[in-house]
């Protein structure tokens, strides 16, 4: 059974580029969630999804950054026009219910 | 709101011997759980421990125990016999009736041979 899959691990923009980050969930898991870490700090929640509906995305920025769970495929998540504060590892976390998360490996986000 | 502090930014110690990662926390909340993750280099966050709220019994799990401690809102983290692979981030984390992870800043383990 495979862990959360998120992909790419590295990413390079310019500013002013998108960012499309994927995550794909274990195996059963219906819960998504999405955090951002910033150099030397812990995790801040961004947005959690369930398959086809944002149940909460309250650390989500107001403008630039959106995130979807489609019914098929994996959860996006997609920073319009990038600026160099959001380079960032973001991390995405899945769960069967709204328990026992599982964390992906991340993928790493530079704003050149 | 609830806060997830870990006061010690840098901890280490010799290999084999036995150290203890801080954390407070912050909540008006009764139930809640309480976590212990693991980053290494790899940047992949590991679950190391879990605690629940209304589970008076410390949690174990081999060479990793906590002494959660409800009511001065405590949960450190104690690694015996300490080993080279045991150098990572820890962070401690919190969840309560909102299903998001609350995190600290982290403490950076470093083990000495």
């Known amino acids: 059974n495979a862990g959360v899959m998120q992909n790419p691990r590295h990413l390079v923009r310019r500013r002013g580029q998108e960012a499309r980050l994927r995550c794909s969930p274990m195996?059963?898991?219906?819960?998504v969630y999405w955090y951002r870490q910033l150099p030397e700090e812990g995790l801040k929640f961004m947005v959690y999804?369930?398959?086809?509906?944002?149940?909460?995305e309250s650390g989500m920025p107001k403008e630039r950054f959106s995130a979807e769970f489609p019914k098929e495929g994996p959860s996006i998540l997609r920073i319009q026009q990038v600026v160099r504060g959001d380079s960032a590892a973001y991390f995405c976390?899945?769960?069967?219910?709204?328990?026992?998360?599982?964390f992906g490996s991340g993928t790493r986000l530079t704003v050149v | 709101a609830q806060t997830v502090t870990q006061s010690q930014p840098e901890m280490s110690v010799q290999e084999a011997e036995t150290v203890t990662l801080s954390c407070t926390y912050d909540?008006?909340?009764?139930?809640?759980?309480l976590f212990w993750y693991k980053q290494p280099p790899s940047r992949q966050m590991i679950l190391v421990i879990r605690?629940?709220?209304?589970k008076q019994q410390n949690a174990t799990e081999n060479r990793f125990s906590v002494n959660f401690q409800k009511a001065a809102k405590s949960f450190s983290l104690k690694i015996s016999d300490s080993q080279l692979g045991d150098a990572a981030m820890y962070f401690c984390?919190?969840?309560?009736?909102?299903?998001?992870?609350?995190w600290g800043a982290g403490t950076k383990l470093i083990i000495k041979p």
């Open positions: 976390a899945s769960s069967p219910l709204d328990d026992g998360y599982t």
């Open positions: 984390a919190y969840r309560g009736s909102n299903y998001q992870l609350i």
């Open positions: 605690q629940e709220a209304y």
């Open positions: 909540t008006s909340e009764s139930d809640y759980y």
């Open positions: 195996k059963g898991h219906s819960h």
């Open positions: 999804l369930q398959k086809e509906n944002i149940i909460d």
